[in-house]
Every structure is written in structure tokens, then in C-alpha cells.
């Protein structure tokens, strides 16, 4: 999953990337207002993550000027201010949830998750595709009955094939997602962790269906 940070406050931000990285979540970060504004509308996440106070465009402006251009990206505000009729402007700007400083990162994190569970075709924390299983809150792979062991870039990519499973990914979508913005990309890097995952998931269980399928001139699925 793909995380934007939009936060001046460099120490926070730095700290909440590295947090969410070790939960196997690739984070792109913007210090200001303006870069973060151009980051949020022009590249694909699953959560935004929006101080209020920023310099260039506001966090409040941010929200408004994503919906009114149909962006629906779930966004998490993240402020010092914590009255009231603040929350009240934020979450009728367009975020869908509210956190003030200061917190702690375990809250923060619950509220990420949470945040991309809501899809009506997610139901509880963990994953299934035929006899796979990722629990989302434990990062525990199994496919009946064993247990599997993943990298945490590994671990990224099955969760967003499962996510969306039944339905082909292009190879960007899949970069777009598990592979944070500035990451060095070489052009077969998504057919080497397709790869990695089928020697772990597939190719033990030689009795039972292969469930990644490469579809030609398209990209990958699961199911």
C-alpha cells in the first residue's frame, strides 16, 4: 500500500516514513503545501496523510481542491489543533478522519489500516484468496496449512494483488502502489518480485492450482 505524508515539519514526517516503511507500506513524503498538493493529484495512493499548518497551499485547501477534482483518496489530517470547530472544518473539507498532535504511532497506524479496510469488498482484517490468507494486522502469510515467510516488500505486493484480486494489474499500477515515488525501478523489477512470490506461494504446493497468473501483454492477477 502507498502512503502520501504531507508534513513541514521534517522530524514527524520522517519519523511517521519510517514507521509505516517498517510496516511494509512504501511512503512518499512533501514538506510543503504545494509539492504535496501536486503529488496527491497527480500520482495513485491508498491513504494521505495531511498536517493542516502548512507553507504554500494549506491542508484544508488540499482537501477541497482533491474532491473538486474527484479524487477520493481517503486522507487522514494530522494537526496540532485540536478544538472542536476545527475537526468539524476539516472533516467537512473532505478527509475522512481526524488525528491530533501530539500522538502516538500505534494510533496512527490503526487509523491507516483502517482507513484502507473500507472498501465495501473488504470485510475484517484478513485477506483470502482461495486457501491464501494475509492477515493484515499480524502480517501473517498462510496457505492451508503452512506458514509462509515474506520480505516486507514481498509481503506489499501480495496484499496489493490480494486487494484486488480476480483483476489484472498493469506492471505500473503495481509500481504505483508498492514502490514508493522516487524508488530506482528497473524495468523488470516487478517481474522479479512476481517471481519471488511464486516461489513461496506457488510453486511448493504442487497439488494444488497456481494462483498468480500472468496475463500477456497486460500484467498480473491473483485468483
Excluded at 497506524?109 to 499480524?138: E, F, Y
Aim: charged letters at 30%.
Amino acid at each position: 500500500m502507498r502512503v502520501l505524508v504531507i508534513e513541514d515539519e521534517h522530524k514527524i514526517a520522517n519519523s511517521i516514513k519510517k514507521g509505516l516503511e517498517q510496516e511494509a507500506f512504501a511512503v512518499d513524503v512533501a514538506y510543503d503545501g504545494t509539492e504535496g498538493y501536486d503529488l496527491a493529484s497527480t500520482e495513485s495512493y491508498d491513504v494521505i496523510i495531511l498536517d493542516l499548518m502548512l507553507p504554500g497551499i494549506d491542508g484544508m485547501e488540499i482537501c477541497k481542491k482533491l474532491r473538486a477534482e474527484k479524487i477520493h483518496t481517503p486522507i487522514l489530517i494530522l494537526t496540532a489543533k485540536g478544538q472542536l470547530e476545527d475537526k468539524v472544518k476539516g472533516l467537512n473539507s473532505g478527509a475522512d478522519d481526524y488525528l491530533t498532535k501530539p500522538f502516538t504511532f500505534e494510533e496512527l497506524l490503526a487509523r491507516v489500516k483502517a482507513m484502507t479496510r473500507r472498501p465495501a469488498n473488504l470485510t475484517g482484517v484478513v485477506l483470502k484468496v482461495d486457501d491464501l490468507s494475509l492477515d493484515t494486522i499480524s502480517y501473517e502469510v498462510k496457505r492451508e496449512p503452512r506458514l509462509i515467510k515474506l520480505s516486507a516488500k514481498e509481503y506489499a505486493l501480495l496484499e496489493y494483488l490480494m486487494r484486488h484480486a480476480n483483476q489484472t494489474l498493469s506492471k505500473d499500477q503495481i509500481i504505483s502502489h508498492v514502490w514508493n515515488y522516487d524508488a530506482d525501478i528497473l524495468p523488470n523489477t516487478v517481474e522479479v518480485y512476481i517471481g519471488y512470490l511464486r516461489n513461496k506461494i506457488d510453486r511448493p504446493f504442487k497439488n494444488k492450482p497456481a494462483l498468480i497468473q500472468t496475463i500477456r501483454g497486460f500484467g498480473y492477477k491473483i485468483g
